[in-house]
């Protein structure tokens, strides 16, 4: 009869044995790789509003062939038809078509330009509704109205936080959270360097509210986004990918092409907070599927390097 001296020895030297057998070794290698989530990378449609207009499912189809894997929607695709907003689909039709093509949209650009002038919140509600139905997880507040844009006081802005915080209310109770887009005006200094675009960060909930920055016009405004990052961690949970020409800040390029250090920023991703990004070209000069390969590539290639 074994003793239990020679139970344990025989034991460990069966435990030992599987432990470097070829399948747990593989499979221990193999670990840090399934626990490391690839950043999913994603569009803005509007880069491609031109062809949607044409062939909305042509073009789906066409940004996932090149890589994408998701899809950021924009407001202004209704037309006269609120049924059908997208680009001749309603959402549930929408939907089916990016499940088809592998393809999910975390994220939607809406005109609240209603809600937050006036308060009135018949459109926002429906415009949320909508948002859910596509199965976005983030309803993005995507400018502010003209009458602020042009000219609005930091008491604008104030007021505009309140309405922002009223918002994200109404998407807690679809599942979805609120954030907002910025341009560069709102960075405009208002006396003793204070900025609309601070007031909104520091009036809105951080747990309701977050920021999708738009690298291209941040920069363009003269502000540093990893600086932004230092900040206020963890509130920018999006990134607009946009390139800025070498030669003038008012052009756009293909992102890899232009003047952004967009090395450093990605490297300051976990301090952004940043979920999602999507790229984005306002003004294309070469064929728009060419472009959007070549920001995808660079993107992935060398930022990512997936």
């Not at 034991?11 to 690839?38: C, D, E, N, Q």
Request: glycine share 6%; proline share 3%.
């Amino acid at each position: 009869m074994q003793n239990r001296r020679h139970f344990l020895q025989q034991a460990g030297m069966a435990l030992t044995a599987a432990m470097f057998s070829p399948s747990v070794i593989s499979s221990a290698l193999a670990a840090p790789a399934a626990a490391a989530k690839k950043q999913q990378i994603g569009i803005q449609l509007f880069t491609l509003r031109e062809q949607l207009l044409k062939d909305v499912q042509g073009t789906i189809a066409q940004v996932a062939r090149i890589g994408y894997q998701q899809v950021e929607t924009f407001y202004g695709y209704a037309g006269t038809n609120a049924a059908k907003e997208f680009w001749g689909l309603d959402a549930k039709a929408f939907k089916s078509l990016l499940d088809a093509n592998h393809l999910s949209s975390p994220a939607g650009h809406y005109n609240t330009t209603v809600f937050l002038s006036d308060g009135t919140e018949e459109v926002l509600k429906a415009q949320i509704e909508t948002a859910a139905i596509v199965g976005q997880k983030y309803f993005i507040i995507p400018a502010l109205p003209t009458n602020i844009r042009q000219a609005g006081t930091l008491d604008d802005y104030k007021k505009m936080a309140v309405r922002f915080n009223r918002a994200a209310e109404l998407c807690k109770a679809h599942g979805l959270k609120l954030a907002y887009h910025n341009h560069n005006f709102e960075f405009n200094d208002q006396g003793n360097g204070a900025t609309g675009y601070q007031v909104l960060l520091k009036e809105t909930d951080p747990a309701m509210v977050s920021f999708e920055l738009d690298l291209f016009w941040a920069v363009n405004a003269g502000l540093n986004p990893v600086q932004m990052f230092k900040e206020n961690p963890g509130r920018f949970k999006m990134w607009h990918v946009k390139d800025m020409d070498k030669a003038d800040k008012k052009v756009y390029t293909e992102v890899g092409t232009g003047s952004i250090d967009f090395k450093s920023i990605f490297a300051n991703a976990k301090l952004s907070g940043m979920e999602y990004l999507f790229i984005e070209q306002d003004v294309i000069k070469i064929d728009p599927y060419q472009s959007i390969t070549q920001s995808i590539d660079y993107v992935k290639h060398t930022l990512l390097k997936q």
